[in-house]
């Protein structure tokens, strides 16, 4: 393997040979990719890498060479950050900066751990809240919180899209509120 030094800690986009989207991954395994002829490189991003014999830009975004069949997955991950990515880092009951998550229906009264019952929430309305559900203080929310859907969640997550990446994820459907 070439001994390879990206310059920059941003990732890359991997497309299948349909230029369907299918993860991200480091600029490091891009390159390598594209040096192994698996795949080749559709846009570039900042600088150059440098090998001891190669040398080639920055890849943003390759296309497999050979079609990949890949397990879907169907269902995004619940995590931590892809609950305050999905609700825009706001709380969602006073829509200030969110540092926690809040179970809409307590855990303590039967509430699940699911995309379904989780927002983010400012410190002092999750504990405003304690075991109250949003009815009994009289609070409602903008709208039910649900799974996040759509291509680019599946492949970015909670990552910040690149901005080269665009035309490959359709990031133009309406944000999951
Ligand atoms: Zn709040």
Do not use: K, N
């Given at each position: 393997m070439p001994d390879i030094r990206p310059t920059v800690g941003s990732g890359a986009l991997v497309l299948n040979a349909t230029y369907e989207p299918l993860c991200v991954v480091s600029v490091r395994r891009a390159a390598i990719l594209v040096l192994t002829a698996k795949a080749v490189c559709v846009a570039d991003g900042d600088g150059v890498l440098h090998s001891a014999r190669d040398s080639l830009p920055v890849p943003s975004v390759v296309r497999l060479t050979r079609f990949v069949r890949v397990p879907f997955r169907a269902h995004v991950g619940l995590s931590r950050r892809a609950i305050f990515a999905r609700d825009g880092?706001?709380?969602?009951?006073?829509?200030?900066p969110a540092e926690t998550i809040d179970h809409v229906l307590p855990r303590s009264r039967g509430g699940r751990h699911s995309w379904e019952n989780v927002v983010a929430a400012c410190a002092r309305c999750n504990h405003t809240k304690g075991d109250k559900t949003p009815a009994e203080l009289g609070w409602r929310l903008p709208a039910p919180p649900t799974a996040p859907k759509g291509i680019a969640w599946r492949v970015l997550g909670h990552r910040p899209p690149d901005p080269r990446w665009v035309d490959w994820l359709d990031l133009r459907e309406p944000e999951a509120a």
């Open positions: 880092w706001r709380c969602a009951y006073c829509r200030g």
